[in-house]
C-alpha cells in the first residue's frame, strides 16, 4: 500500500517526477550515481565535525584498550584494539567480471568488518565506542576516573556496581543491540535491547545469555541513555575512525591511493549510521580519491529513495509500497538516518540496491571461492 500524502504530495505526483521510484517499487536492482558530488574540501563542512573530533574519538578507544583487552581475551594478542583484517579476493574478483563480462581492473580486498572481535559486525565500531564515550563521561563526571588515568581500572566490582545504576537501551534490527548489549553488560550496565521483529534469534538468545534484557518497544524512562541509531555522532565518529586504521593497512599492503589509483569502497547501509560514519571518515583520510558507494537490499533502499527525492528521514520505504523485509536483517530499515542524508549527500558517488536473491548467490560465491562464511547482510 502506497501513501497519497509524502510531503504534501501525492505518490503518484513523485512517481512522476522521479521514475527511479518505480524501479524501486518494483524491487529491480538498480544503480543510481550521484550528481551533487561535490570536492570533499567542501562537502565535508556540511557534516558539523571535524578531524579533532575523529581524532578524539580515536584517542578514546586508545584509552580503553587496556580494560578491553583485560576483560575480552580475544582481543589481547591486539593490545585491546578492536579492529579487522584486509583480505585480497581474488577468485572472487574474477568470478564476478566473467559474471559481468568484463576484464578485471585493479584489485578487491575485503575489509573483514563481519569479522570484527567480540561481536562480528561492523556494529561493533560505533556501538562499542557509543557505550565507552558514555561510560567515561558518566565515570569522569563523578569524579571516580581522569582521563588520563588506567581504564584497565574499570574491571572492578566498584566501577560494575557504579553503572549498575545506570541504564543503556538502544532500538535495533540486530547487530546493533547486540554490540552495545555485550559491551554495556560487560561494564555493569542494565541494558535493554528492543529488538525489531526482523532481528534473527540467535542475535536475541545471545544477549539474553550476557545479562541483556531484550523486548520489542522502548519504554520511557528519563535516567535511561537512549542509544539513537539515527542521529547519534557518538555512534557515527566510532565508525569513522575506521578510516585511519584501513589506511595504515594499504600502506602495510604497499597500496596507492591518490588520483591516480582511485579507491572505491562499496558499503552496505540500512539506517545509515555505520556506512555514513566509515565513508565521512575515508573523506577525511583520502579526500576525492576515494568513491564511497552504498548498497541497500531491493525491499529496503530507504536511503536512496531519501537522498534522491531530497525528503530523507520525511520518507520510507512503505510510502511507496515497499515492505522493507529482507533476509538482510542488519539492513531492514524503511526510513534513513536524516542527519547521515542530509550531512553526506554531496559526499557519496553512488547507490546501488541488491535483491536477496543476488545476497545469497554472493554468500554462496564467498564461502565456495574464498573460505569465508558471512551473513547477508555483510555482503
Known amino acids: 500500500m502506497t501513501n497519497d500524502d509524502i510531503a504534501g504530495r501525492s505518490a503518484a505526483a513523485w512517481r512522476a ?40 574519538a580515536s584517542a578514546r578507544l586508545d584509552r580503553f584498550a587496556p580494560w578491553i583487552a583485560r576483560v575480552f581475551p580475544q582481543t589481547q594478542a591486539a593490545g585491546g584494539l578492536i579492529e579487522s583484517g584486509i ?23 575485503l575489509k573483514q568488518d563481519s569479522h570484527l572481535p567480540i561481536s562480528g559486525s561492523i556494529k561493533a565500531r ?12 558518566l565515570a569522569v563526571g563523578a569524579g571516580l576516573l581522569r582521563e588520563d588515568e588506567d581504564h584497565a581500572r574499570l574491571d572492578s ?11 543503556i537501551a538502544v532500538g535495533s534490527t540486530g547487530n546493533l543491540g547486540l554490540s552495545i548489549g555485550l559491551m554495556g553488560a560487560k561494564l555493569g550496565f542494565d541494558v535493554t535491547v528492543h529488538m525489531s521483529a526482523d532481528a534473527r534469534a540467535w542475535k536475541k538468545a545471545r544477549l539474553r545469555a550476557n545479562g541483556v534484557r531484550v523486548g520489542r518497544q ?3 524512562d528519563p535516567q535511561c541513555h537512549f542509544v539513537d541509531d539515527e542521529n547519534s555522532t557518538d555512534l557515527f565518529l566510532g565508525y569513522a575512525v575506521a578510516a585511519e586504521r584501513l589506511k595504515m593497512q594499504l600502506d602495510a599492503e604497499h597500496i596507492a591511493v591518490d588520483a591516480a589509483h582511485p579507491l572505491f569502497v562499496y558499503l552496505p547501509c540500512g ?16 579526500g576525492d580519491a576515494v568513491h564511497c558507494v552504498f548498497a541497500e537490499p531491493t525491499h529496503a533502499p530507504c536511503m536512496l ?8 528521514d520525511a520518507v520510507s520505504v512503505q510510502d511507496f509500497g515497499i515492505d522493507g523485509t529482507t533476509a538482510a536483517d542488519g539492513l531492514a530499515v524503511g526510513r534513513a538516518s536524516g542527519f547521515v542524508g542530509r550531512a553526506m549527500q554531496r559526499l557519496i558517488d553512488g547507490y546501488i540496491t541488491v535483491s536477496d536473491d543476488t545476497l545469497f548467490h554472493h554468500v554462496a560465491q564467498l564461502d565456495a571461492l574464498e573460505g569465508l562464511r558471512l551473513e547477508p547482510s555483510a555482503v
Open 17 to 56: 517526477e522521479i521514475p527511479l521510484i518505480d524501479t524501486l517499487s518494483a524491487l529491480e536492482e538498480t544503480s543510481w550515481f550521484n550528481p551533487g558530488i561535490a570536492p570533499a574540501s567542501e562537502a565535508l563542512r556540511d557534516v558539523g565535525l571535524g578531524a579533532d573530533d575523529v581524532a578524539a
Open 271 to 286: 539506517v545509515g549510521g555505520g556506512p555514513g560514519g566509515v565513508a565521512f571518515g575515508l573523506k577525511f583520510v583520502f
Open 157 to 167: 566490582d566498584a566501577f560494575r556496581a557504579f553503572f549498575g545504576r545506570h541504564r
Open 87 to 109: 583480505v585480497a579476493m581474488p577468485a572472487l574478483q574474477a568470478a564476478l567480471c566473467r559474471e559481468a563480462g568484463i576484464s578485471p581492473l585493479g584489485a578487491l580486498w
Open 218 to 220: 522502548a519504554e520511557a
Open 305 to 312: 529513495l531519501g537522498v534522491r527525492t531530497g525528503l530523507h
Open 126 to 137: 560505533g556501538g562499542f565506542y557509543e557505550v565507552l564515550a558514555h561510560a567515561e563521561r
